[in-house]
């Protein structure tokens, strides 16, 4: 068989579909169709982003002394229960989570 080399080459899609049955063609022409007509600045007007600007907002926060029976762990700075006391090294307190 001969093969004319100055014909246009089909790309790889248009093989694809020559090779489709009927009822797959008529449906990738359809799949255009599900365009939504919403207007981006509208959509993105709605949404609150997590990063917002907070600077005109007052946070009250009451800060209390460590208690009697609390310590702040060496470790990870968490204020804890004395109960939770897994060691102490050099004046410093760990917690059972940090010990291992």
């Not at 029976?69 to 059972?96: I, N, P």
């Amino acid at each position: 068989m001969a093969t004319d080399y100055d014909a246009p080459r089909k790309t790889e899609e248009e093989l694809k579909e020559a090779s489709a049955p009927p009822e797959l063609k008529g449906r990738r022409a359809d799949s255009g169709s599900n365009v939504v007509d919403e207007d981006e600045a509208e959509l993105a007007d709605s949404y609150e982003l997590p990063g917002a600007d907070l600077s005109g907002e007052e946070l009250l926060v009451h800060v209390m002394p460590a208690q009697s029976d609390e310590f702040t762990c060496a470790s990870c700075f968490l204020v804890r229960h004395r109960s939770q006391v897994a060691r102490e090294k050099g004046g410093m307190f760990y917690c059972k989570d940090c010990e291992g």
